[in-house]
């Protein structure tokens, strides 16, 4: 699942002892830092919180608003690469951070994948498979835009939204005034509603030489537009499955990713695939590849930004990832003593102390000899959570 699309180049490698520095402090940076810290690198983290995910442990947590390009230098003059977790941070801290330090992957992956429309204009003017789409910066251009793009469609914010925040489906001519009235972002896009069979995702890396590495299809699921469940292999054809790689690579290759991206996709009930979102950065449907693969996505970002050999991604066994939302704590602590007890699974928990509704607080990963049976697995340790005896 390895190969390279350009010579290589002799750029030296950024090496254990050095000291990387991660924007953003949530679960993603601590599963970068735990990684980072086995493989004996140090680690700062930069975002406005105190007492991150991250930040425990960080060798230092530098709590400073993203606007502060002062504390911005400094964070990034005591690094030899700066990576990040988080991608919505404002492009001058990108760039004052990058008058100090290598940014991986580079501001302009960042421009592109922070903003919904730029996005979908990037992938659509590339060749890749978009829904369709229409910029709509007021109710009547909506109205116009629902004409060609026609009912159900999708009423997105143009930028900053994420898990589905900042989303309205519109049915019918009487949704237009509320989806309209629903945000007050002057900028929004239209997305024609796609019809899929399932929904799957590719997390892959490119370094710096342009090797390609991917841990193929993986199939998720989603609750309340927030992923509940994502299973590695996916169970598509092999023949949608490569193609969906194939994409992935060559969208990583015209943005000249350096890093690991994620590519989700939708699988329509025709079988086409159409690219919904880019993410730079490991993504939560690949956190199975801590458990399940060689190597996992947060050592291969590691690995990429580093500009070390990028890890095998060959799978140890099929595997299923539960997150677990703040929403199990509603009875209580959950019975991490039973979900424990389950063979094959193992739990993550991201180090979080206010169990909010819709928070991702942690997730289960288990494994079997089939999806199948990790998938009952992980289902039985999630349910399991909630016995309180
Ligand atoms: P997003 O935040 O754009 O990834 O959307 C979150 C979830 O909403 C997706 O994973 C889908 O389940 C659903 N969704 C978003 N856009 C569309 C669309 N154009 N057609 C159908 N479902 C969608």
Not at 1 to 11: F, G, K, L, Q, V
Not at 157 to 166: I, P
Not at 185 to 190: A, G, H, S, W, Y
């Amino acid at each position: 699942m390895a190969e390279t699309s350009r010579p290589s180049t002799t750029a030296s490698p950024i090496l254990p002892g050095a000291c990387i520095g991660v924007l953003g402090s949530g679960q993603l940076g601590r599963m970068f830092a735990i990684a980072a810290r086995r493989m004996g690198y140090r680690v700062h983290t930069f975002s406005p919180d105190s007492d991150t995910p991250t930040g425990q442990v960080a060798d230092i947590e530098f709590s400073a608003s993203y606007d502060d390009l002062a504390a911005v230098r400094r964070f990034a003059s005591g690094v030899s690469v700066v990576t990040f977790e988080f991608e919505n941070v404002p492009a001058e801290t990108v760039q004052a951070a990058a008058e100090l330090s290598p940014v991986r992957p580079a501001g302009r992956v960042l421009h592109v994948t922070q903003h919904r429309l730029r996005e979908k204009t990037f992938l659509a003017e590339h060749g890749f498979p978009v829904a369709p789409f229409a910029a709509v910066d007021s109710q009547d251009a909506l109205e116009r835009a629902l004409e060609s793009i026609g009912f159900p469609a999708i009423l997105k914010t143009a930028g900053f939204g994420y898990d589905g925040k900042g989303q309205f489906r519109i049915s019918s001519p009487a949704d237009i005034g509320p989806a309209w009235n629903s945000s007050h972002d002057p900028m929004r896009v239209l997305e024609g509603f796609v019809d899929f069979q399932c929904e799957i995702s590719v997390v892959a890396a490119r370094s710096q030489e342009g090797e390609f590495a991917d841990y193929g299809a993986i199939e998720n699921s989603h609750h309340r537009h927030i992923l509940d469940l994502s299973l590695a292999p996916a169970r598509i054809p092999a023949e949608t499955a490569a193609r969906a790689v194939d994409l992935t690579r060559r969208i990583l290759t015209a943005l000249d990713v350096v890093g690991v991206m994620c590519v989700e996709f939708f699988l329509t009930r025709g079988g086409e695939l159409v690219v919904n979102e880019l993410a730079p950065r490991p993504h939560n449907s690949g956190h199975l590849t801590i458990d399940a693969h060689e190597t996992s996505q947060f050592e291969q970002q590691l690995r990429a930004v580093c500009g070390l050999p990028l890890g095998s991604t060959a799978p140890l066994r099929p595997a299923a990832m539960a997150n677990l939302l703040g929403d199990l704590w509603h009875q209580g602590e959950p019975n991490w003593a039973a979900a424990c007890g389950v063979p094959g699974v193992r739990l993550h928990l991201y180090g979080k102390t206010e169990p909010r509704v819709g928070r991702k607080m942690g997730h289960l990963t288990a494994l079997g000899d089939s999806v199948e049976e990790a998938l009952g697995r992980v289902q039985r340790a999630r349910a399991a959570l909630l016995a309180h005896d």
